[in-house]
């Protein structure tokens, strides 16, 4: 066990006995701010170094974008938490092959960008300010946290011809049960979290967290088919997430689900990778038509046809 994760559990857990207020504090603030920026990983270093890069202003924080590409067709790219765009190095060269230009950003506290933290708001803002410059999406690809964002994203203007959603979350309300699951932190402390991560602390502004941030809420308000790869031994985020987006869509959503390749790996695996440029590059389904009048001869006809 990590000595730092055994002291924040002893500390902590113990803390919450005499002092719950002040254990769940403390554990919000561990909550909220990343305990350490993502590395670009030698196996990503190539792909990452030739990305054009700038910066844009995020509520007065400096956020790194990288463009591999010239900007036409392009696709957005989403990370989550304690990440960066240089964990999608595996997919960018297919995307290229493909004639896409693949667009991804460091969050703030993340990667190269400025700040401390961001929340799915800051995603949401930072995908929709990116859309100002390249126009519509071909497709948003996202994993862990970033595919909430992605979601409430489409709900909220970016427009995108297909989502691809990697180990996703569904439910940012599902998120303090599985950060004090990881730490081993007890009831008493996920309940002061919890207070604290669905107030206007976390979120301000908004009035009920577990359903804006429910990805599988209104799905008639999302357009784009769905993509869901999710490995079934994912200890991070759970594969409940992923049955619950497969519910919610129901057949707009294609559900692929591994074995083996945890949280991280389905970045990387070939045949996750194969998986998407299948989806991405397969044609659109026809939009539906008018339907005939059964009562016009050509109607019938052309309903003949079309069988």
Known sequence: MDPAVALIRTTLNAASRAAPGLAGRAAFELYRHPLRRGRVRPREREVH???????????????????????????LLMHGWQSRASRFADLVPRLRALGLTAVGYDAPGHGDSGGRTATVLDH???????????????AVIAHSLGVNAAFLALREGLDAGRLVALAGVAEVSWLPAGFCARLGLNATVERELRRRAESGAMFPGVADVRTYFDAARSPEEIAP????????????????????????????????????????RILTEPTVIDNVIGFLSADPAPAPGPVPDPASAAGAAGAAGAA
């Open 124 to 138: 949401r803002s930072i995908a929709l300010r990116l859309q100002e410059e390249y126009g519509a999406f071909e």
């Open 225 to 264: 088919p769905i993509l869901v790869a999710h490995d079934e031994g994912d200890d991070v985020v759970p594969f409940a997430q992923a049955r619950r987006l497969r519910a919610a869509y129901g057949d707009r959503l294609d559900l692929l689900a591994t074995r083996g390749l945890g949280h991280r």
């Open 49 to 75: 170094d030739r990305a054009a890069t700038r910066r844009l202003l995020h509520r007065g924080d400096p956020v790194v974008v990288h463009r591999w590409g010239d900007g036409s067709r392009p696709v």
